[in-house]
Antibody, heavy 119, light 110 residues
Framework: EVQLLESGGGLVQPGGSLRLSCAAS????????MSWVRQAPGKGLEWVAT????????YYIQSVKGRFTISRDNSKTTLYLQMNSLRAEDTALYYC????????????WGQGTLVTVSS | QSVLTQPPSVSAAAGQKVTVSCSGS????????VSWYQQFPGTAPKLLIY???KRPSGIPDRFSGSKSGTSATLDIAGLQTGDEADYYC???????????FGGGTKLTVL
């Protein structure tokens, strides 16, 4: 059974940093691209970033380019999202998602970790 | 505003059929597969439809999807109160080089 467990969320001041983690199990982690998708309170889904299986290629939504870095450690089957220069508009529940066949298709999701950016 | 356009809400009586629309452009829906997700309050999204019209194992055939041109639709037949949830369409946008989602549609079963 696929399991994705996010952690690392919390309250941070504007301009601060956080590192999210997503511990994966139940599948061959290195074979699948992984993504972060966020959902602001009461809002819809917003894709944030994707990293390919080997970790060699990354994709980001324009609004986080230069501030967020997605990475992975295949030996630890863990996905990361380093978030710097956080803004109030980054406040959201952050889900990690396992892709299926293409990077825009997610067949498994974690339960999410909440990031709140506020002074 | 989202790249893909969905109606904020739809409703229909139990036992009836409802259609959720998702409108995009040639850079997204027009040239890429569409997927649909179901999300209950306080829970993670769940894949409902992929490749425009395929159902993952375990998804009832009451749920069906289709695509025509730059629009896609999700049909839910034989509505049940347990189908009340938010539904999102998603696809790849070749111009934005990004995954895009619709704004979501809240389904109410009357």
């Amino acid at each position: 059974e696929v399991q994705l467990l996010e952690s690392g969320g919390g309250l941070v001041q504007p301009g601060g940093s956080l590192r999210l983690s997503c511990a994966a199990s139940g599948f061959t982690f290195a074979n699948y691209a992984m993504s972060w998708v966020r959902q602001a309170p009461g809002k819809g889904l917003e894709w944030v970033a994707t990293v390919t299986g080997p970790g060699s290629t990354t994709y980001y939504i324009q609004s986080v380019k230069g501030r967020f870095t997605i990475s992975r450690d295949n030996s630890k089957t863990t996905l990361y999202l380093q978030m710097n220069s956080l803004r109030a508009e980054d406040t959201a529940l952050y889900y990690c998602g396992k892709t299926y066949r293409s990077i825009d298709l997610y067949d498994s999701w974690g339960q999410g970790t909440l990031v709140t950016v506020s002074s | 505003q989202s790249v893909l356009t969905q109606p904020p809400s739809v409703s229909a009586a139990a036992g009836q059929k409802v259609t959720v629309s998702c409108s995009g452009s040639s850079s997204n829906i027009g040239n890429n597969y569409v997927s649909w997700y179901q999300q209950f309050p306080g829970t993670a999204p769940k894949l409902l439809i992929y490749d425009n019209n395929k159902r993952p194992s375990g998804i009832p055939d009451r749920f069906s999807g289709s695509k025509s041109g730059t629009s896609a639709t999700l049909d839910i037949a034989g509505l049940q109160t347990g189908d009340e949830a938010d539904y999102y369409c998603g696809t790849w946008d070749s111009s934005l080089i990004a995954v895009v989602f619709g704004g979501g549609t809240k389904l109410t079963v009357l």
